[in-house]
């Protein structure tokens, strides 16, 4: 980071805000997993969860707190004593802990949602503040709503709140309505007329409903604003929120223009993402912006030939640099023990015995002798294989007959707490048999809402990555499944959301 340049804060909100996102769900294991990968990055600040919304959000968030050594750990806390008691609970044991507090301030929030008077809101924001300040001097407040408040209000709340203690300001646009230039003048307007204001750093914290919020950040960040709230992959709250990668490269690349630069490590984006969307399920879309497969590929024959002469004639940024190239190595059936150990540890899983390496191990040879090459994507796959907490379904077999004209036919072996059963059915096509066929037993009663597959890696050899979202009394989960048989897959997929489904402590969110 150049000296000249003020230091932008980079939040990470893919546990907390990222984990809103319907049916993406993760344990406290694969929250460790992913916050391991974000301090590798140098993320400023992990927000680890909403201690108060489950039994696991605050396992998770403690777990992350006790982990995680070189990034701040905050926890969500609206507004209300026992939400910061619990916040406060959970980050015990954090080098660094955050207690960040909300509530909303626009009018719309305050007189249908809250139904409080705006005294009353301003009056429960300081006390939590100060509340909040008891346990730790790095406190945050939001102002749910911001980018549709009145700025008379927004400006002595704000006022108010620092007075009180907060050291970080966000005014979210917590419903994607923002225009980048509009939300810019909010914040050069909040600055210049908040008496106080220089003793805060201002953050921002963006939806993409509209499909702005990476445009709507860094048009704050043109107005003052030093901290920017954002997740891997865009992951969030329906559109989603504001995409790490994109930020942090915009402003790398454009250093020419913008008075900030980040002390991210841009050589972990791409294995992250990777991380993220195989934990979730989320696939990420292969022209999305930096961490897409064909972010950094030309097709046309001009834009070939302009690169081979010299490559900044079409590139802007170098693959390698956040992380392509260096994950395409190659492990194999050949490969022992300490170089695939070696390799997870770069990709940031450890292991916290010899038994549990083990296991991976196995599964590591089991797919390298039914694929000639594993690349990083295939090893977090098999990570993410291994981490449902209890496995009451599992496939024993599957032998699925497809022949034009006809209906496919699927047979199958299934474990069911250790006992065997055995099931067919027809289907309109094989995945669809499979399905039913493990219907016939389990009888779950549970909506199929999303069936996707994925080429995790390239070639026809690649495994495929397959999402199955499984909906039941309101619960949505996402079961994943890989395998170099696509059907496998499918239906190791419908088992794990099947086991997800059945599992009390599992993935389920409690907010
Ligand atoms: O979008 C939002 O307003 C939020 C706040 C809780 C920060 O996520
Ligand atoms: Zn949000």
């Not at 949602?113 to 006390?127: G, N, S, T, W």
């Not at 913008?258 to 841009?266: F, M, S």
């Not at 695939?340 to 083990?358: C, I, M, N, P, S």
Request: glycine share 8%; charged share 25%; with cysteine.
């Amino acid at each position: 980071m150049s000296t000249n340049k003020d230091k932008l804060v980079i939040f990470d909100t893919t546990l907390r805000d990222g984990e809103q996102s319907p049916g993406a769900s993760m344990t406290k294991e694969e929250k460790i997993h992913i916050a391991r990968m974000l301090e590798r990055m140098r993320v400023d600040v992990i927000e680890a969860g909403f201690a108060i919304a489950s039994q696991g959000d605050f396992e998770a968030v403690q777990a992350v707190a006790e982990t995680v050594k070189d990034s701040r750990v905050c926890s969500l806390a609206r507004a209300v004593g026992p939400d910061i008691i619990r916040a406060a609970e959970a980050l015990k044991k954090a080098n660094a802990p955050r207690i960040h507090t909300f509530i909303a301030t626009s009018p719309i929030h305050m007189k249908y949602k809250l139904q409080m008077e705006p005294e009353k809101v301003l009056q429960q924001a300081v006390e939590a503040v100060k509340h909040a300040r008891q346990y730790t001097d790095d406190v945050e407040f939001s102002l749910e709503d911001g980018s549709r408040s009145e700025p008379e209000f927004m400006y002595r709340i704000i006022e108010a709140v620092i007075k009180a203690g907060a050291g970080t300001i966000n005014i979210p646009d917590t419903v994607g309505y923002g225009e980048p230039e509009e939300y810019g003048a909010m914040f050069r307007r909040v600055i210049e007329n908040v008496p106080n204001s220089d003793k805060a750093i201002f953050s921002t914290h963006c939806h993409n409903d509209l499909g702005l919020a990476v445009a709507n950040s860094l048009s704050a960040v043109m107005n003052g604003v030093r901290q920017v709230e954002c997740t891997i992959n865009g992951l969030g709250e329906r559109a989603g929120n504001a995409s790490l990668e994109e930020i942090v490269m915009a402003v790398r690349t454009r250093q020419d223009l913008y008075p900030v630069d980040t002390r991210i490590d841009t050589s972990h984006i791409v294995p992250t993402s990777r991380l993220v969307s195989s934990i979730t399920g989320f696939p990420v879309q292969p022209n999305k912006a930096i961490v897409g497969a064909n972010a950094f590929a030309h097709e046309s024959g001009i834009h070939q030939d302009g690169v081979l002469k010299h490559r900044e004639t079409y590139e802007i940024m170098r693959a390698e640099d956040v992380g392509w190239g260096n994950n395409r190595l190659v492990l194999g059936k050949h490969s022992g023990r300490a170089a695939v150990k070696a390799r997870y540890e770069e990709l940031g899983h450890t292991f916290d015995d010899a038994g549990e390496f083990q296991v991976i191990f196995q599964r590591f040879k089991d797919l390298a002798d039914k694929k000639h090459e594993i690349f990083d994507e295939d090893l977090h796959s098999i990570i993410a294989g291994t981490e449902e907490p209890v496995e009451h379904y599992r496939l024993a077999s599957l032998d699925v007959h497809s022949r034009s004209g006809q209906n496919p036919r699927a047979q199958l072996q299934l474990m069911i707490d250790g006992e065997e059963f055995a099931a067919e059915a027809e289907g309109s096509g094989p995945v669809d048999a499979a399905f039913k066929a493990i219907e016939s037993v389990v009888k779950s009663q549970a909506d199929l809402k999303l069936y996707s597959v994925n080429a995790v890696t390239q070639g026809t050899d690649s495994q495929g990555s397959v999402t199955v979202r499984l909906e039941r009394n309101g619960r949505l989960v996402n079961g994943v499944g890989a395998d170099t048989d696509i059907l496998v897959a499918s239906a190791q997929a419908y088992l794990d959301a099947l086991n997800l489904l059945s599992n009390g402590e599992s993935k389920a969110k409690g907010v």
